[in-house]
C-alpha cells in the first residue's frame, strides 16, 4: 500500500516544485518588467509650425569681439533661427520668434537687452543655467514626420515620427518607424533616448528599443549609460568614451554640434562620435559629403549630406547604419534619414510636411501653475 502512494505523491511534489518555480518565475518577471520599464514620455503640445528663414545679420561688433561667439559654418545658407507659424487658422499668429538661438543671444547682448556674460555662456554653449534650464541653444519640443519607402524582401512603404522633447535640462529622443499601414503595420520599430542637456551636448542615460513583427512577441533591447562605460541589452558592461551616444540622440548631437559652430559645416569635415548600440559599442565617424537639394512634399530644401563609414565589425554583426541629411534653414533638423542594413536592406525616411514645434517649456510651466487650484 505504501509503495502504491508514493509514486503519486512524489508526482504530486514535483507538480507543487514546478508551480512554485513558475510562480516566482513570474514575480520575478514583473518586478523586472516595472524595473525596466521606460520613462514615462515628456508631455508636449505641438502648436506652431517651423518655417525656413533667412541669415540673421552678422553680430554686432565693438564690444562683442570679447565674447567667445562660435564660428559660422562655412557655406550655410539658411540659419537656424526660424519664425513659427500657427498650426491652424484660429490660432493668432506669434508675436515672437523661436526661443533665442546664438547668434540673436549675443546681439541682445550688444543692445543691453540680456548680460554680456549670459550670452557668453550662451554661445559657449554652456550646459544648464543656474535655474536648470539648458543654454537657448537648445531647439524646443518639435515633432516631424516622415514618408517611409524602402526594401526589405521586397519594397516597402509606411510611416515614420521623430519627436524632441526637453523639459529643462532633460531631454527625450523618440524615433518611432511603421511598415505598412499605422493601423495593422508588418513591421514597428520605436526608438528611445532618455538623458540631460550639458556642456558637451547630449548626455544619455538610457535607451529603449521595441521591434515587433507582424503576429510576433514584441523584441525589446535597453542600453543604460553610466560614466565611462555603457550596460548593453544582454546585461555586460562595456567602457564608453565621453560624449558617447546612442542609436536616436546622435541626431541632435550632429544638430547640435553643426548649429553652435563646434564643427564647421563644410565638405569633408569629419565628426567622431563613440556609438553604443544594443550589442556593441563603435568608434562612429561621420563625414560631411557635400551639399544636396532635397525634393519632398514639404518643398524643395537645402540640405548637407552626411555618411558614417561602415566598420568591418559593424557588417559582420548586421548593425544598423543611418545616414542623415540636416536643412540650416530648419535648425539643422534631420530631414532625411536613410538607414541600411545587411545586403540591399534599407529605409528611407523623407520629410512630408513642416515641422511642429512646442512652446517654450518654461511659459508653459508657469501657464500651468498659474491654472492649477490654489
Known amino acids: 500500500m505504501a509503495r502504491r502512494l508514493a509514486l503519486p505523491l512524489l508526482l504530486l511534489a514535483v507538480l507543487l516544485a514546478h508551480w512554485g518555480l513558475g510562480q516566482a518565475v513570474w514575480r520575478l518577471r514583473r518586478h523586472w518588467q516595472v524595473e525596466s520599464a521606460p520613462p514615462p514620455r515628456i508631455a508636449a503640445v505641438f502648436t506652431r509650425e517651423l518655417k525656413p528663414s533667412a541669415p540673421p545679420p552678422p553680430p554686432p561688433q565693438g564690444h562683442l569681439a570679447t565674447l567667445a561667439a562660435p564660428p559660422r559654418p562655412a557655406g550655410v545658407t539658411a540659419a537656424a533661427l526660424a519664425p513659427l507659424a500657427p498650426a491652424s487658422a484660429s490660432e493668432p499668429a506669434p508675436t515672437k520668434l523661436l526661443e533665442p538661438l ?21 554661445a559657449n554653449g554652456n550646459g544648464s543655467k543656474d535655474d536648470g534650464e539648458p543654454g537657448p541653444e537648445w531647439p524646443l519640443s518639435t515633432r516631424i514626420d516622415y514618408s517611409l519607402s524602402g526594401y526589405y524582401r521586397g519594397e516597402i512603404t509606411g510611416s515614420s515620427r521623430v519627436e524632441w522633447l526637453r523639459d529643462g535640462a532633460h531631454y527625450q529622443m523618440h524615433l518611432d518607424l511603421v511598415v505598412g499601414l499605422e493601423s495593422a503595420p508588418l513591421l514597428s520599430r520605436s526608438m528611445s ?56 540622440s546622435q541626431f541632435v548631437q ?82 532625411r534619414i536613410l538607414i541600411r542594413q545587411s545586403g540591399d536592406n534599407f529605409v528611407d525616411m523623407l520629410i512630408r510636411s513642416a515641422p511642429l514645434q512646442a512652446a517654450p517649456t518654461s511659459a508653459q510651466s508657469t501657464d500651468s501653475k498659474q491654472r492649477s487650484p490654489p
Not at 540680456?114 to 550670452?119: F, L, M, N, S
Not at 525589446?220 to 541589452?233: C, D, I, K, N, Y
Open 102 to 122: 546664438v547668434p540673436s543671444a549675443l546681439a541682445q547682448a550688444a543692445s543691453g537687452s540680456v548680460p554680456a556674460a549670459q550670452a557668453s555662456a550662451a
Open 193 to 248: 533616448s532618455d538623458g540631460h542637456l550639458g556642456a558637451q551636448g547630449i548626455e544619455p542615460k538610457r535607451y529603449d528599443e521595441t521591434t515587433k513583427v507582424l503576429f510576433g512577441e514584441p523584441h525589446l533591447a535597453t542600453v543604460r549609460f553610466e560614466p565611462g562605460r555603457v550596460q548593453l541589452a544582454d546585461g555586460h558592461f562595456e567602457p564608453v568614451a565621453a560624449g558617447a551616444q546612442d542609436a536616436a
Open 254 to 335: 550632429l544638430t547640435w554640434l553643426f548649429l553652435t559652430g563646434r564643427k564647421a559645416l563644410q565638405t569633408g569635415v569629419s565628426v567622431d562620435i563613440p556609438l553604443a548600440l544594443a550589442r556593441r559599442v563603435y568608434p562612429w565617424r561621420y563625414t560631411v559629403l557635400g551639399e544636396e537639394m532635397l525634393n519632398t512634399r514639404y518643398g524643395v530644401l537645402d540640405t548637407w549630406h552626411l555618411k558614417p563609414a561602415r566598420t568591418d565589425q559593424a557588417m559582420l554583426s548586421n548593425d544598423l547604419t543611418a545616414e542623415v541629411w540636416i536643412a540650416p534653414a530648419l535648425q539643422y533638423l534631420p530631414v
